[in-house]
């Protein structure tokens, strides 16, 4: 007689594993980082994540369940770089994640501006030249 049960997944206890992190949008002076937790054992005790940037630790924890993470005012044309670890308080943290490096688009130059004779009365016709290297997708 042969007989089989369905596979049981065990998480052992020790350190938790580190967050998978990636970025989910940049734009010109902000990163939204988003992250899938750790697996960990269920008697640990998870507190929130460590943002990490650029090698120093951002100063709040951001609580657990929380998956997002809106990051502002960046330089732009620098890099910069994230990871994140999952802070408990009976294993203490993570190793970091993985390292993302993000680097915001540069500020598109100023246009300039010049007017150009129109074919019709009481009409003007102003022009600029496209930006090069630059991504621009409207000017305002």
């Not at 970025?23 to 005790?45: F, R």
């Not at 998956?67 to 890099?79: H, R, S």
Request: proline share 9%; glycine share 6%; with cysteine.
């Amino acid at each position: 007689m042969k007989a089989s049960s369905k596979p049981v997944v065990c998480t052992t206890g020790g350190q938790p594993q580190a967050p998978k992190l990636l970025a989910k949008s940049v734009s010109l002076q902000e990163v939204t980082l988003s992250w899938a937790p750790g697996v960990c054992h269920e008697d640990i005790d998870v507190m929130g994540y460590q943002m990490i940037r650029n090698g120093k630790p951002m100063s709040e924890i951001i609580p657990y369940g929380k998956t997002e993470k809106l990051i502002k005012n960046l330089q732009p044309g620098t890099k910069q770089y994230f990871s994140l670890s999952m802070v408990t308080t009976n294993a203490g943290q993570t190793k970091p994640s993985n390292l993302i490096t993000v680097t915001c688009p540069d500020l598109p130059d100023p246009p300039v501006i010049r007017q150009e004779r129109s074919m019709e009365e009481r009409a003007a016709v102003i022009v600029w030249p496209r930006q090069k290297r630059k991504h621009v997708s409207l000017y305002l």
